[in-house]
């Protein structure tokens, strides 16, 4: 057996072990999602000495020995006081991150291919001012640097590109610091119970509406749009038309918000988003939710009253925010 094959089978032991798995369980504690507010306590904290400090750990070791050999007295006084410096550095970056309190917040729904933002808040119920704590995620670019001061909370936003609809729940977070040396490594790890809905990615523009039959137009004419009578603002949906931008309310909104204008009249009726008329346009399940769920949005910006079936699942027609909301997240969640 070679070398390398021999390493692998023992390492592949060792693993499959039934002690080790204790041990590692014990050690290490791996938990799984977790909800509510989590607490780090000591037990949930680990420290090691990074890279710098394990050659720090050389040069004491050589400081030492030379102290030793030629029997100086300011030597050994000088790599005593370097180790007390090391060993309260080590309790400085250990309380850096123990004791602090984590929950969850919410992720707003977003169309697969955008980015969710999960928020989450730090909180520091101690005296102790905190810094340089390190969030970082699979799938962020760098960490999120987060300073959490004494009796206060910190928000954090962690963004997230999502890849396809459904839910997508946040991966297992890790916090660390070398704070105040860089000599230690503190860590810690949490999975919040936090999922975002993520909404089939809508189709391109240019396929009409499904109107309901009998109702004096050919079932998949595209609606004249509404534009008699302004009838208000509402948040900006992707695909409506720049001209329906109100300019003069973002420029005067403190925030920057993004909002179309609403308007009344137009051809009337109702229009059945239904699965089957996706199918004959699309041909593929999952680019028939896509247009689908531009079908929701279409019907939001003409302010067309619409229904949804899909197989056994049948909405009733309605419109505006919260029936948007029940149609999009039926799309997300139908199965594959």
């Not at 041990?23 to 990074?50: D, K, W, Y």
């Not at 410096?85 to 080590?90: D, E, L, N």
Request: aromatic content about 8%.
């Amino acid at each position: 057996m070679r070398p390398a094959d021999s390493t692998t089978s023992w390492r592949t032991k060792l693993a499959a072990s039934p002690t080790a798995r204790r041990i590692a369980a014990r050690i290490f504690q791996p938990r799984g999602i977790e909800s509510g507010e989590v607490f780090l306590n000591q037990r949930r904290v680990f420290i090691l000495p990074t890279r710098a400090g394990l050659l720090f750990g050389v040069m004491l070791v050589a400081l030492l020995l030379g102290s030793i050999n030629y029997s100086l007295s300011l030597g050994y006084a000088l790599t005593f006081l370097v180790v007390g410096v090391a060993w309260v550095g080590m309790l400085s970056t250990f309380r850096n991150l123990a004791h602090l309190h984590l929950r969850p917040l919410r992720v707003e729904p977003v169309f697969a291919g955008d980015t969710a933002e999960f928020r989450l808040v730090l909180r520091n119920a101690t005296k102790l001012d905190r810094f340089a704590i390190r969030l970082s995620v699979d799938g962020l670019v760098r960490p999120i640097p987060c300073d959490p001061a004494a009796a206060a909370e910190q928000d954090v936003t962690v963004p997230i590109v999502t890849v396809r609809r459904g839910r997508q729940a946040m991966s297992r977070v890790t916090l660390e610091t070398r704070f105040p040396l860089g000599l230690w490594r503190a860590w810690s790890y949490w999975t919040p119970d936090l999922a975002a809905l993520v909404y089939p990615r809508p189709a391109e523009l240019g396929v009409p509406l499904p109107f309901a039959a009998g109702d004096g137009r050919d079932q998949h004419s595209e609606r004249v749009r509404g534009s008699e009578d302004f009838a208000g603002l509402r948040a900006y949906v992707p695909g409506d038309p720049v001209r329906h931008i109100a300019w003069r309310a973002m420029a005067r909104n403190p925030q920057g918000r993004v909002m179309s204008k609403l308007f009344d009249g137009g051809a009337s009726g109702e229009a059945w988003i239904t699965l089957e008329a996706a199918m004959v346009r699309s041909g593929h399940r999952e680019a028939a939710l896509s247009l689908m769920a531009r079908w929701v949005l279409d019907a939001e910006r003409d302010a067309v009253r619409y229904g949804l079936v899909l197989h056994a699942l049948r909405i009733e027609p309605d419109r505006g925010p919260a029936h948007r909301a029940t149609c999009l997240e039926a799309l997300a969640l139908a199965a594959p």
